[in-house]
């Protein structure tokens, strides 16, 4: 590999704290606390960090989190969760954060990659697409209840002791979060930072999920909240009419607003007032990288339809480029004829099943050769529900 910046692995807690420094502040914000540091120490725990430097110091960063993915047909693999991702900007535009990229894919032995992106325009050179997106959903109290045939079911136990908060929330995303299609986990190490600091989240559980969400003052109100709900799995329509309907109940509460939310999760259908929801902020959610595209294709199961010859193009791995039959039993490398043909990243944003391939042919991102094929494999690659990953990192 040739590139004009030497990139190498982050190690011992000084250089890790450096790294971390200069991401947050390539993000405007602070270097962290004395006080903060161990728990940003301790969230390392799972991760690879890269880093490239020059005679001023490290000057571009990149953190690797171990985590897993649940894939189509209900398979869990690893993946990284590429976080952190930071270049000083006296040292930006000068092909810093793209040596680490390219280090980084090249490196990993998980065969898939994803991350949350600032910015639209900057991950799908490096072969990410977008493979999940969300909305939030707000919930006006005053008029939301749940109608009589809402399938409401079984206990909730509000947790509020901020230890055993610590405690629950890595343990049930482990339990829930890889319940759907696109869901992850992430380490205690990543847990107990996120949540050192909060002294009011509270916990809502039900034996089928669970929301956390934290109720804040409003600043004009006297006595008047708003709910934020920052996480809630729900893997049950049950689960979901419950917790709903508990959260609901909460006294003082004006609004909730729900972060993050899958864009087939339509309140409204379980309230008597459709008007008391307003989705909003619909975003991009999970790129993903097929990092390795024969074991990622391999890993997912496919819908019934006839066998479809993809051709896949990705410049930065070549070693990934080639033709590969899809069908209902599985994938594998081919010499057959490329019916259609894509680049990896738009492959990336179809493997969850989030759209129709037909869709991005219909954008001129896939190559039509045999026009047969595309109704096939619109059937082989989409699910019965919309994947969705629901935690944030
Ligand atoms: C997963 C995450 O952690 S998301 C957080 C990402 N970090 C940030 O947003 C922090 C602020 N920004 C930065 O630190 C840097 O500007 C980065 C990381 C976005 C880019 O780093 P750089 O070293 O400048 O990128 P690099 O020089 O390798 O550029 C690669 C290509 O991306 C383009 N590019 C880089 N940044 C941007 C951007 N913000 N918007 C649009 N294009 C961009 C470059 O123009 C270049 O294009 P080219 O290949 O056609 O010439």
New binding site residues.
């Given amino acids: 590999m040739s590139t004009p910046h030497e990139v190498r692995t982050v190690t011992g807690e000084a250089e890790l704290r450096a790294a971390l420094t200069l991401f947050r502040q390539?993000?405007h914000g602070e270097a962290p606390s004395d006080e903060d540091w161990p728990r940003a120490y301790g969230s390392f725990d799972r991760a690879t960090v890269l880093g490239t430097y020059d005679d001023t110091g490290i000057i571009?960063t990149l953190t690797a989190n171990g985590s897993v993915l649940a894939l189509p047909g209900g398979k869990v693999v690893p993946m990284d969760a590429?976080?952190?991702?930071?270049?000083r900007p006296d040292?930006?535009?000068?092909?810093?954060?793209?040596?680490i990229m390219r280090a980084h894919l090249e490196g990993t032995s998980a065969p898939i990659a994803t991350?949350?992106?600032?910015?639209g325009?900057?991950y799908r050179?490096f072969g990410y697409g977008v493979a999940t997106r969300f909305r939030s959903t707000e919930l006006n109290f005053a008029k939301a209840r749940l109608h009589d045939r809402a399938p409401v079911a079984g206990d909730v136990r509000l947790v509020q002791d901020m230890d055993e908060v610590r405690r629950l929330v890595p343990e049930l995303t482990q339990r829930f979060g890889t319940a759907r299609t696109g869901g992850i986990t992430m380490s205690e190490g990543y847990w107990n930072m996120v949540l050192g600091r909060e002294k009011t989240m509270r916990l809502a559980i039900h034996e089928d999920g669970f929301a956390a969400y934290k109720v804040v003052e409003l600043p004009d109100g006297h006595y008047a909240y708003e709910m934020k709900v920052r996480s809630m799995f729900a893997t049950t329509p049950t689960a979901l009419a419950t917790l709903l309907k508990f959260l609901l109940g909460i006294d003082l509460v004006r609004t909730a607003t729900f972060d993050g939310r899958p864009v087939d999760e339509d309140l409204e259908l379980l309230l008597v007032d459709p008007r008391a929801v307003t989705y909003k902020d619909f975003e991009d959610e999970t790129w993903l990288r097929l990092v390795d595209v024969p074991a990622a294709l391999a890993a997912r199961t496919y819908g019934d339809a006839e066998p479809v010859v993809l051709e896949v193009v990705d410049d930065l791995l070549p070693a990934n480029s080639g033709r590969y039959v899809i069908g209902p039993d599985g994938a594998e490398r081919t010499d057959r004829s490329a019916q259609l043909r894509l680049g990896v990243a738009d492959l990336g944003a179809a493997y969850l099943g989030d759209r129709p391939l037909s869709q991005y042919a219909a954008a001129g991102l896939v190559d039509v050769l045999d026009p047969a094929a595309l109704p096939a494999a619109d059937r082989l690659f989409l699910l019965d529900r919309t994947p969705w990953c629901g935690t944030y990192f």
Wanted: hydrophobic share 40%.
């Fill in positions: 390539c993000l571009g590429v976080s952190r991702v930071g270049v040292r930006t535009r000068r092909g810093v954060v793209s040596a991350l949350r992106a600032t910015e325009t900057i050179r």
